[in-house]
């Protein structure tokens, strides 16, 4: 059951192989954070087989959401 849109996003997106894509080498991978705060990005090249990329990829994304929540945790709150 919802309440109400998602107050985050995060994104990924990139190459995990076997082969390059469209110009994009086989461990480009990009990721997004989004909040009502704004948005981050970050660029990886990450190394390995597909398996690999694609977990380090979705661990990447976690730690970025982390670091997201504890930099809106850390900012101070409008009281009415």
């Known amino acids: ?10 994104a990924t997106t ?12 086989v ?13 981050r990005s970050r660029r990886l090249d ?7 990329i694609r977990a380090a990829a979705v661990a990447a994304a976690l730690e970025l959401l982390l670091d997201e ?3 809106l945790a850390a ?3 409008a009281h009415p």
Do not use: K, S, Y
């Not at 059951?1 to 995060?10: E, L, M, N, R």
């Not at 990139?14 to 080498?25: I, L, R, S, Y």
């Not at 990450?46 to 690999?52: F, H, S, T, V």
């Open 75 to 77: 900012r101070p709150t």
């Open 27 to 39: 461990g480009e991978v990009h990721l997004g954070v989004a909040t009502a705060a704004g948005a």
């Open 14 to 25: 990139g190459v995990a192989g076997p082969e390059p894509q469209d110009g994009h080498p």
């Open 1 to 10: 059951d919802v309440d109400g849109p998602a107050t985050i996003g995060v």
């Open 69 to 71: 929540l504890d930099a």
């Open 46 to 52: 990450l190394a390995g087989g597909r398996p690999a």
